[in-house]
């Protein structure tokens, strides 16, 4: 038995978010006694692939032939399914990502597996293989067994904590044929979002609303984000005046997220922006108004003017280093 992990690459390194279905991957084959094996499809370098030995993972099978330079869940898919056949895994773990969704669906197709996205703890194996997955964007949770030969896992961010070692994977060159059916539909022109952290990587969002009154009052929330080494969000409202790039909307109908530390500045906490965030370890959120919504799903709250508790927030990390 074996258990085989993709990875996602960002310029060359293997995310974080991948980081952690490694560690999920490799527990899961302490659990059946079997190997974890890594699939990583893109450019990148042998010591950049490695370190996923350090979460676990014994080898890693890497694809870097040009075709696969550019995302393509199709390719991807069909990569995948060769991967599982050669390797003889009996459990498929992705990190859970638009790419990943995409891929998992084609492979299963491939493979006749059963699939479980978005899955919140390890599988308990004590009678079958059961998982947990989060279900109406995190609102509840549904346990699911899986009885197909082959079962695919998409992992949700901070399902585990993963614990890192220091043991180099060996990489290895996986050589495919591309099908050409898989590249129908081709990239033509790709636009990355600019900043410096991704919402979706990123362990600490500082994240504002329509209570910063304007885009020329965005200057302390970045500058507590800078302290924090945070990425920058903000509410749909806010996105939608153009206070803020449409990339930095987070919601229901935005990115979700699920950071270890979530700070809402100015956001009353509508429904639709709580989906985006309830899966986050940690929230905190600032607005002048007690009675605001967000408060019921706040960790913890701090009643009084965003203009005036920022700075004081900022100082205080600066103060801390």
């Not at 099978?61 to 895994?89: C, D, I, P, R, W």
């Not at 997955?133 to 695919?152: E, Q």
């Not at 009052?217 to 749909?236: F, I, V």
């Amino acid at each position: 038995m074996a258990v085989l992990i993709f990875v996602e690459l960002d310029n060359g390194q293997i995310k974080k978010t991948s980081l952690e279905a490694v560690y999920y991957g490799s527990e899961v084959a302490k659990m059946q006694g079997a190997s974890a094996t890594v699939l990583a499809i893109g450019a990148a370098d042998a010591a950049s692939l490695a370190v996923a030995g350090n979460f676990g993972a014994g080898k890693v099978l890497h694809v870097g032939a040009s075709e696969f330079h550019t995302e393509n869940a199709m390719a991807y898919a069909s990569v995948l399914a060769q991967a599982v056949l050669q390797e003889k895994a009996d459990v498929v773990i992705l990190p859970k990502s638009g790419l990943c969704d995409a891929m998992s669906a084609r492979a299963a197709a491939k493979l006749k597996a059963s699939v479980v996205s978005g899955a919140v703890e390890l599988p308990d194996l004590s009678n079958g293989f059961t998982v947990k997955r989060a279900i109406y964007t995190g609102k509840a949770f549904a346990t699911v067994a899986m009885s197909g030969s082959i079962k695919i896992l998409g992992v949700k961010k901070n399902a585990v904590a993963p614990i890192e070692s220091n043991a180099p994977a060996e990489v290895v060159a996986f050589d495919v044929l591309p099908n050409a059916g898989d590249f129908s539909a081709k990239i033509i022109s790709q636009e990355k979002a600019s900043g410096e952290l991704s919402l979706t990587e990123a362990d600490i969002i500082v994240s504002g609303g329509r209570g910063m009154k304007g885009p020329e009052n965005w200057q302390p929330l970045l500058d507590l984000a800078h302290e924090l080494n945070a990425a920058t969000g903000c509410s749909k409202p806010v996105s939608d005046l153009d206070w803020r790039p449409h990339h930095e909307h987070i919601g229901q109908t935005g990115i979700k997220v699920a950071p270890n530390l979530y700070i809402a500045c100015g956001i009353s906490g509508a429904i639709q922006h709580l989906a985006g965030v309830n899966s986050s370890k940690c929230i905190v959120v600032i607005n002048k108004d007690a009675d605001a919504p967000f408060f019921k799903a706040a960790d913890y709250g701090i009643v009084g003017d965003v203009f005036d508790i920022l700075p004081r927030l900022t100082k205080a990390v600066a103060a801390s280093k």
